[in-house]
């Protein structure tokens, strides 16, 4: 469970690290899993959807529910202890489905795409109280998400606080211009992890993924949402959609089905 002030901390520099969202035998599991899978995707042997950096090189691996991956930890995982102690108080009891994915990093370069925020697309011609309404920091929380770090990982770099404000000019050329995406900004903090700790982190701060080719990166992004009765069915995600197969749901651990019904009818498939 959070504290009030790791709480504080996460609302107003939009990320807060804890050290027990995993128990030490599931953070080994995690790993060797995580390991098997990276493995298997570069050589072609499974591949659910992966964002590939080049041929042969994911730098995201999704899909880890599928029966195909074999790995049944990873969802396993979401429903332990450690992980409903932070997410219930939260969000409640009734969840819909979240995720995990893997972050890793490509073997032949340096890799990351530069500064974004998830789910709001800053753009030039955005006044300040269209960006804020977009942010909307102060609004209750439909969902957690964290980077759980499997081996030490400090690739996610973020602007505290730029969750909550209107962007500065520069950090709008940084968003928006393809040139200077990866330009650094006045401010920016990589998040220090070890092994076995994890960021609780607000998608809509500044943010950007930097990955050395001779670091290896093993961080599992896993989140929650929270279940409630409104909700408008919506075109699915495409990177989710392999999640609608027919064998993914009895894939699930039995308390994942409830929470994947909820998530499953909201989502329009054409
Ligand atoms: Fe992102």
Same mark, same amino acid.
């Given at each position: 469970?959070?504290?009030? =002030?790791?709480?504080?901390?996460?609302?107003?520099?939009?990320? !807060?690290?804890?050290?027990? %969202? %995993?128990?030490?035998?599931?953070?080994?599991? +995690?790993?060797?899993?995580? =390991?098997? %899978?990276?493995?298997?995707?570069?050589?072609?042997?499974?591949?659910?959807?992966?964002?590939?950096?080049?041929?042969?090189?994911?730098?995201? &691996?999704?899909?880890?529910?599928? @029966?195909?991956? *074999?790995?049944?930890?990873?969802?396993?995982?979401?429903?332990?202890?450690? %992980?409903?102690?932070?997410?219930?108080?939260?969000?409640?009891?009734?969840?819909?489905? *979240?995720?995990?994915?893997?972050?890793?990093?490509?073997?032949?370069?340096?890799?990351?795409? *530069?500064?974004?925020?998830?789910? !709001?697309?800053?753009?030039?011609?955005?006044?300040? #109280?269209?960006?804020?309404?977009?942010?909307?920091?102060?609004?209750?929380?439909?969902?957690?998400?964290?980077?759980?770090?499997?081996?030490?990982?400090?690739?996610?770099? !973020?602007?505290?606080?730029?969750?909550?404000?209107?962007?500065?000019?520069?950090?709008?050329?940084?968003?928006?211009?393809?040139? !200077?995406?990866?330009?650094? &900004? /006045?401010?920016?903090?990589? &998040?220090? +992890? =070890?092994?076995?700790?994890?960021?609780?982190?607000?998608?809509? &701060?500044?943010?950007?993924?930097?990955?050395?080719?001779?670091?290896?990166? +093993?961080?599992? /992004?896993?989140?929650?949402? =929270?279940?409630?009765?409104?909700?408008?069915?919506?075109?699915?995600?495409?990177?989710?959609?392999?999640?609608?197969?027919?064998?993914?749901?009895?894939?699930?651990?039995? #308390?994942?089905?409830? @929470?994947?019904?909820?998530?499953?009818?909201?989502?329009?498939?054409?």
């Amino acid at each position: 469970m959070f504290t009030d =002030k790791q709480l504080d901390h996460y609302r107003t520099e939009g990320f !807060v690290i804890v050290d027990d %969202v %995993v128990d030490p035998d599931m953070l080994a599991r +995690l790993l060797e899993a995580a =390991k098997r %899978v990276k493995q298997k995707v570069r050589v072609g042997e499974v591949d659910i959807y992966t964002h590939w950096a080049g041929p042969g090189e994911p730098w995201a &691996i999704r899909g880890l529910f599928a @029966p195909e991956i *074999g790995e049944p930890d990873f969802a396993d995982y979401l429903l332990t202890d450690p %992980v409903m102690k932070y997410v219930q108080p939260i969000l409640g009891d009734e969840l819909r489905l *979240g995720g995990v994915l893997i972050f890793t990093n490509p073997y032949d370069d340096d890799y990351g795409f *530069g500064w974004h925020r998830d789910s !709001v697309r800053t753009k030039a011609e955005m006044g300040e #109280e269209e960006e804020l309404e977009l942010l909307n920091p102060d609004a209750p929380m439909n969902g957690l998400r964290w980077h759980l770090a499997l081996v030490d990982d400090a690739c996610l770099m !973020v602007v505290p606080g730029s969750h909550r404000r209107y962007r500065t000019p520069h950090e709008l050329q940084c968003l928006t211009e393809a040139e !200077v995406r990866n330009e650094d &900004i /006045s401010g920016q903090y990589a &998040i220090p +992890l =070890k092994a076995g700790q994890a960021a609780f982190w607000n998608g809509k &701060i500044i943010h950007r993924g930097v990955m050395k080719k001779d670091v290896e990166r +093993l961080t599992l /992004s896993c989140s929650w949402s =929270k279940h409630s009765e409104e909700g408008t069915p919506k075109d699915v995600d495409p990177r989710l959609r392999w999640l609608l197969a027919n064998n993914v749901r009895d894939a699930l651990p039995e #308390e994942m089905q409830v @929470p994947y019904d909820r998530w499953r009818a909201l989502q329009v498939d054409y």
